[in-house]
Nanobody, 125 residues
Framework: QLQLVESGGGLVQPGGSLTLSCAASDFTFSSYPIGWFRQAPGKERGKVSCISSKSGRKDYSISVKGRFTISRDNAKNTVFLQMNDLTPEDTAVYYC??????????????????WGQGTQVTVSS
């Protein structure tokens, strides 16, 4: 099972930016689709963005499209989530997760098997 570690969360003012990182130590990292999901208090965990193993496919939720950008550097075993123009509604714990290698995945939490511990993002003035 792939071990994932998120970093980059924190407190930011509305309109600000953050970049989250999801790192793995497994040399097979480049074969895994990776997704970012988030969970706010009292809400279900939901889709933010997903990226295929070779970056050919990227998915975004409607609420973040145009503000967030997902990318990956397979040489560094890392996936990034650049978040711009943040609003209080983006406040949540952000998780990265891996689907099965080269799988025909849907960008939904149930299609992802290995999860990181999460990183808190708080958008507040």
């Amino acid at each position: 099972q792939l071990q994932l570690v998120e970093s980059g969360g924190g407190l930011v003012q509305p309109g600000g930016s953050l970049t989250l990182s999801c790192a793995a130590s497994d040399f097979t990292f480049s074969s895994y689709p990776i997704g970012w999901f988030r969970q706010a208090p009292g809400k279900e965990r939901g889709k933010v963005s997903c990226i295929s193993s070779k970056s050919g496919r990227k998915d975004y939720s409607i609420s973040v499209k145009g503000r967030f950008t997902i990318s990956r550097d397979n040489a560094k075993n890392t996936v990034f989530l650049q978040m711009n123009d943040l609003t209080p509604e983006d406040t949540a714990v952000y998780y990265c997760a891996a689907a099965l290698p080269y799988s025909d995945y849907r960008c939904v939490p149930t299609d992802f098997r290995s999860w990181g511990q999460g990183t808190q993002v708080t958008v507040s003035s």
